[in-house]
Nanobody
Framework: QVQLVESGGGLVQAGGSLRLSCAAS????????VGWFRQALGKEREFVAG??????????ADSVKGRFTISRDNANARKTVYLQMNSLKPEDTAVYYC????????????????WGQGTQVTVSS
């Protein structure tokens, strides 16, 4: 089992920045990937970014490329994945989830095994 807890959401004005954190515990993340997804009210959950835990390779949805950066901290047994979000837009408003899966380029939620509870991000215009 892998437990995931997101934090860092909040209210920000358009053009601002937020950094989300995803703290993992339980089983090792070796040979796994961590992805960030988001779900806006009334819409389907969509892939945002993914990272390979071992190599640190990353993959982004076109809608966030150049604005969001995914990274991980695996020093000293820490297991935290970050999502730095810059130049935020009102359309980025959603509940953001982190999830653990098999490959960082997988973009469908069904391919991820473990999920956090989500953190709300609201971008005002």
């Amino acid at each position: 089992q892998v437990q995931l807890v997101e934090s860092g959401g909040g209210l920000v004005q358009a053009g601002g920045s937020l950094r989300l954190s995803c703290a993992a515990s339980g089983r090792t993340l070796s040979n796994r990937a961590v992805g960030w997804f988001r779900q806006a009210l009334g819409k389907e959950r969509e892939f945002v970014a993914g990272i390979s835990w071992s190599e640190g390779s990353t993959y982004y949805a076109d809608s966030v490329k150049g604005r969001f950066t995914i990274s991980r901290d695996n020093a000293n047994a820490r297991k935290t994945v970050y999502l730095q979000m810059n130049s935020l837009k009102p359309e980025d408003t959603a509940v953001y989830y982190c999830a653990a899966g098999r490959a960082y380029t997988r973009i469908t939620s069904g391919e991820y095994d473990y999920w956090g509870q989500g953190t709300q991000v609201t971008v005002s215009s």
